[in-house]
């Protein structure tokens, strides 16, 4: 469960967030939360409450440092503790990730996976940061390539940074539902996708077909 992702093309009313001239470098996604702490913690109580009736995982969108990271786990810490004083029940064990969506995320994958479960890459933001093409911007459709090698090269240094501590790395965002990347996302050693639900059966069938010409089970 990601936490509150707004900011940039994603607004809500009810926060009334300032108008700015750049919001895709803006105040948005964990900036948002560590803004307004109370509602942060308030889903973070949610997510914990919920892991009592089965496994759920929390991430955080936008880290680009690890004091963020650390600001983040000290809260789900005192969140933790508030509930074991309540008596409520929650899965100690949660895991805790990091969104990789910056080129910073991606530099400093290997002191983030110090802190985080797993990293789910955001492949839609990191293009847009890595090619400095707006997304949202339809001028700049030529030049939005989500298939750049530089973005390959930050998936391939974030799953090696991951692996060497010994954490789990994904991948979402449209990238991750092409088929025909499929072979390069496992020869890259990536560990999930996330897709839209009209996507998980081909994509398992091509996996199968991968498995079996590598000859893995």
């Known amino acids: 469960i990601r936490t509150l992702d707004i900011g940039a093309d994603k607004q809500a009313p009810y926060l009334a967030l300032p108008t700015e001239q750049n919001p895709a470098m803006g105040l948005r996604g964990i900036r948002v939360c560590l803004r307004w702490p109370e509602i942060f913690r308030t889903q973070l109580r949610a997510i914990y409450r919920a892991s009592a009736f089965g496994k759920v995982a929390i991430m955080f969108p936008m880290i680009v440092s690890v004091q963020e990271l650390r600001e983040c786990l000290e809260i789900c810490r005192q969140v933790r503790e508030e509930l074991n004083k309540e008596g409520r029940c929650f899965a ?51 030049f939005f390539d989500a298939k750049h090698p530089a973005v390959f090269r930050a998936l391939e240094q974030t799953v090696s940074a991951a692996h060497r501590k010994g954490i789990w790395v994904g991948i979402c ?40 010409k590598d000859g893995r089970a």
């Open 173 to 212: 965002g449209e990238l991750a539902a092409d088929s025909e990347l499929l072979e390069q996302f496992v020869s890259m050693g990536v560990d999930e996708l996330s897709v839209s639900p009209p996507m998980v059966l081909p994509l398992r069938a091509k996996l199968r077909v991968i498995h079996a």
């Open 92 to 142: 100690e064990d949660t895991e805790i990730g990091v969104m990789i969506e910056t080129p910073a995320a991606v530099l400093i994958a290997d002191e983030l996976a110090e802190y985080a479960d797993f990293f789910s890459v955001g492949t839609n933001d990191l293009t847009q940061y890595l090619l400095a093409c707006d997304r949202q911007n339809g001028n700049l459709d030529g």
